[in-house]
Each structure stands twice: as C-alpha cells, then as structure tokens.
C-alpha cells in the first residue's frame, strides 16, 4: 500500500456496514491507514440484521449500489434483501477491505487525548488513531413498544430487525403490530402462511404502487456486456430521482407529490371492502411520513385470514393481544415498530476535547453540521449522520460524497503543517439555524407522527436541495473548520 500519509496519521472506522465498507474502499485507494471496527460476525449493517420474510430494498436496485461498483446481476428492480447482503459482502472482499475488518469487536469509548483518539472496544484492546469515522447507521436499534403486559405474551416475540427463523410461523396465528416498510413487506410476505394474520395499525399509511419487475437472462447479460448501458442506467435513475422526488419533499407543497397521492388513492380503490378501504385511508399528506412502497400489500390484507385492527391495543396478554375490547388470539407475536432513530453511535461513549462527552451535547436531539461533524470533537466525522438525507437521497449515493468531503478535510490538513481540523461552533450553528427553518417548509412538516421528527417535531432530515448537498459536499469550506497544530 502507498503511504499517502508521511505523518502515518491512521483511522479507526467504526461499522462495516454500507458506509463503512465505503469509507476502507476509499482509504485503502487513497493509501491511508485504517482500522474497521464491527460490533458482527459479518459485513452488511441493516442488511446482516434485517432477514425478514419479505425484506426487499424499495430503493431500485441500480441506484442502491456503488457508483464504482454496479452490479449487473440485480434479479429485481428492487432486489430482496439477502441480494442486497451478499453484494456488499461481495464488494467488501473483492476490495481487501474483509481484512482490516475486527469482527465481533463493539467499540465502547472514543476520548479525544488532545492530538488523536483513544479507542477501547469490547474486548477491552485500546488504540490510538488520528481520525475517527463513525459508519454506524441510523436504523439500527430496535424500538420496543411501551405496551403493557409485553412481557406476559406466552408465545415468540421478536423485532422486525431481530427475526427468529427458529419459530414456525407456518399454519400459525401471527400479530404484527406497525405498519411501516417492515411491516408493510411482512404482511404481504407471509399472509398467504399463515393461519390468521392480525396486523395492528396506528396509523394508516400511504402505499405507493410498484410493479415487480424482475430482470430476464438476456437483460443481466446486456448489463454484463455493455457497462455503459449500466452505467447509463443508474445516472438516469440517480438524476431522476434526484430531480424529482428528492426535490418535491423539501417543498410540502409539490405537485409531484399530490401526484404520488393520487397514484396512491388508485391503488386503495383496488380494495374492495368499504369498511377496509376507510380504514387504510391516511389523513395525512402522502410523503409525510416515509413512503411505503408495495405491490401486494393491498391484496394481502383482502385476504380472508387476515385483519387490521385499527382499534388501540390495550395490553397484551398471554394469549394475544386485546385491542379495544377485543382479545386477538397470538401465537407468535411480531414488533415491526421501527428503530431509535436518534441513537447514532450511542451508546459508545464519546468524549471530545475538554472534556465535553458527546451524549450531552446531543441531550435534546443529535444534530451536526452538514450532517458529519460536530464542534469539539476533532478529527471525527459521521457518514450518514444527523441531518443526513435519509428520505430524500439514496443513502449509498449520499455516503459517497459524505466521504469525498471527508477525504479532502483530511488531505487538506495532511499536506499542510497541521494535524487537526474541528469544526467552529459559529458554522456549526449557522448551519443548523438555517436548517430547523427549512425543515418546517417541508413535506414530513405537513401534519403527522413520524420517525423523521425530532423532540421538537421538526424533521431533522437534510431539508435543501440535491444541488446544494452536491455543492456542499464538493468544496469543503474550509473556513468553517478550527485547523491547528497540536
Ligand atoms: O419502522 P417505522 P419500519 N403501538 O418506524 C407502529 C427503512 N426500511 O421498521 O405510524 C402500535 O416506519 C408505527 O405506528 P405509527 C425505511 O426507511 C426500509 O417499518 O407511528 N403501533 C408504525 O406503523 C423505513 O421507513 C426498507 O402510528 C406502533 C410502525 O410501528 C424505516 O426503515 C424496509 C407502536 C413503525 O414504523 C423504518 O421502517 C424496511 C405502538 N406502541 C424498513 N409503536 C426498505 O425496503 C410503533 N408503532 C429499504
């Protein structure tokens, strides 16, 4: 490997997950140094933990890939999760990256000692690194309902991300409780097995309408051929989407979006049951919360085993779960009822300079500045991290120009007589002023519950235009960053 670094300044990457698997690519092609630290047996984040039945990426599948590294072998225009698996295992070994990759080794501590970071994993190993970069996702700590008597259910109980494929559902009485993505592909996944389904949902979601297109032979093998034809492909799909539904969220009036409303109402006017049909009618505005994407949710819940019980769940009890009067008789009972959102690399313990720990700042909401850094923690920087596009962008596309921007702080301050770049409180807060601003003129602003909003109700997610994250992302400004000496 070439030494790019003559200083030897080395990284720690926590996670090897999408973006961490990124960031050792990039690394180890730029010839830094680094270490990736994973708390798994395996590569893969939320796909290693998301085994669903039904698990599919509702992104298509050319545009959920690496730019450098498409993939012509996609089955589906959006694959099942388990492709999406392999692939990145399958990139994380054809790039070297497996073997920089601690396995089974959580990182419990970063301190910021004044000129590098302290780091003390699970095992109790501590290192010394120059740059941290936190990989470590946004939907990955399962959230569990406050429901009383959740304790009591004599069946299996597990979460959506902590699937037990160990218990039969096959022939049994299933309760899925949520109606996001997950339970969403769950419920049209398993309906057709299972004995009774009985999907309990707060709140009716919008459902946009996709056709399950699944590639021939002769299409893959054009792919294979021809990679200008892939790569033609996943820039028209980057630019349309990038043009057009990342545009239309941060305006929470956009026309496109009354038009994927309307393309919603279509598909609910498929169900037949009057009484059924009101109840999966959302009276929000589509795109307020995260859209779901299905082609077969509303045939599943027309099917006769299965029920939406709308009424609220009471408690939950060692039979089933009793919503409003009733008593639902549960053999195996399923939590599709979403992530911490806010959670980020917590519960790691982190501590910047002066002492200032990472979980206070961070007491009312985590925010950053541009999405990946944070005043008084040099030297350290998040892919995909608060204020990241999470709804609007795809989060590979998104990590990649995170990491870009990363790359050139970096570089700056390696061929300049310096060793450590913090970002100033002062742009840090300019920023996210501007941002809580543009947040309330967006879609998830429009009036409902959803995991996009923080404490407060304000969406946290980037709220600008593609061209701006793009534009951000490509000149640092370098002025924003305390650069110094230690
Ligand atoms: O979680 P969610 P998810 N009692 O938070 C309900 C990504 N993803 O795992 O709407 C009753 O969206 C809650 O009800 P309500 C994607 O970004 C991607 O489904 O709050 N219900 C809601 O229905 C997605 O957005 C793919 O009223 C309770 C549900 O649980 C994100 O992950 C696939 C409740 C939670 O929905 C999260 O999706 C899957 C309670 N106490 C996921 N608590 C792809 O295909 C919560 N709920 C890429």
């Given at each position: 490997m070439v030494d790019a670094d003559p200083k030897g300044h080395t990284f720690a990457v926590i996670g090897a997950g999408m973006s961490g698997i990124l960031a050792g690519i990039k690394l180890k092609q730029a010839g830094y140094k680094f270490q990736i630290f994973e708390?798994?047996?395996?590569?893969?984040?939320t796909w290693r933990e998301n085994t669903y039945p039904?698990?599919?990426?509702?992104?298509p599948s050319h545009i959920y890939s690496y730019s450098f590294e498409l993939n012509p072998e996609w089955s589906e225009f959006t694959s099942p999760g388990s492709e999406v698996q392999e692939y990145f295992e399958g990139v994380s070994k054809r790039y070297g990256v497996d073997s920089e990759i601690r396995f089974r080794e959580a990182v419990t501590r970063c301190t910021w000692m004044g000129h590098e970071w302290e780091i003390e994993t699970e095992k109790g190993h501590i290192e010394r690194f120059r740059w941290v970069i936190a990989a470590t996702g946004i939907l990955h700590h399962p959230k569990y309902p406050e429901i009383e008597g959740l304790d009591d259910f004599d069946g299996p109980i597990f979460h959506t991300a902590r699937w037990?494929?160990?218990?039969?559902?096959?022939?049994k009485k299933v309760g899925l409780i949520g109606t996001g993505s997950s339970g969403v592909q769950i419920t049209a996944a398993i309906a057709p097995d299972v004995e009774k389904l009985s999907v309990f949902q707060r709140t009716a979601q919008w459902v946009v309408p996709n056709e399950r297109v699944v590639y021939t032979e002769e299409e893959k093998e054009a792919f294979r051929t021809d990679a200008d034809l892939l790569r033609n492909l996943h820039t028209e799909m980057s630019t349309a989407f990038n043009d057009g539904f990342a545009t239309s969220v941060i305006d929470g009036n956009s026309e496109l979006i009354d038009d994927i409303q309307k393309r919603c109402l279509e598909a609910l006017e498929t169900v037949q049951d009057p009484e059924l049909k009101k109840k999966l009618q959302p009276t929000y505005k589509a795109a307020c919360k995260r859209l779901v994407v299905s082609h077969n949710f509303y045939d599943a819940v027309q099917r006769p085993n299965v029920d939406i019980v709308t009424a609220d769940i009471e408690q939950i009890e060692k039979n089933g779960v009793r919503a409003g009067e009733e008593l639902h008789e549960i053999d195996v009972l399923v939590l599709a009822t979403g992530f911490h959102v806010d959670a980020f690399m917590r519960p790691m313990n982190i501590t910047g300079r002066n002492g200032i720990v990472l979980d206070e700042v961070w007491k009312d909401w985590p925010s950053a500045y541009l999405s990946i850094a944070v005043p008084d923690f040099p030297n350290f920087f998040m892919l995909n991290g608060p204020n990241s596009p999470v709804g609007n962008f795809s989060l590979i596309q998104t990590a990649e120009m995170q990491f870009d921007y990363v790359l050139k702080v970096v570089d700056h301050v390696n061929q300049g007589d310096l060793d450590v770049a913090v970002i100033s409180q002062e742009a840090y807060q300019r920023f996210d002023a501007e941002r809580y601003e543009a947040a309330k003129g967006t879609v998830w602003a429009t009036g409902c519950n959803s995991?996009?909003?923080?404490?407060?109700?304000?969406?946290?997610?980037?709220?600008?235009?593609f061209s701006r994250f793009r534009a951000e992302m490509e000149a640092p400004?370098?002025?924003d960053y305390e650069l110094a000496k230690s």
């Open positions: 708390k798994a047996d395996r590569v893969g984040g039904g698990i599919a990426c509702d992104v037990d494929h160990n218990v039969e559902i096959q022939g995991w996009y909003l923080d404490n407060n109700g304000v969406p946290f997610a980037w709220p600008f235009p400004k370098l002025e």
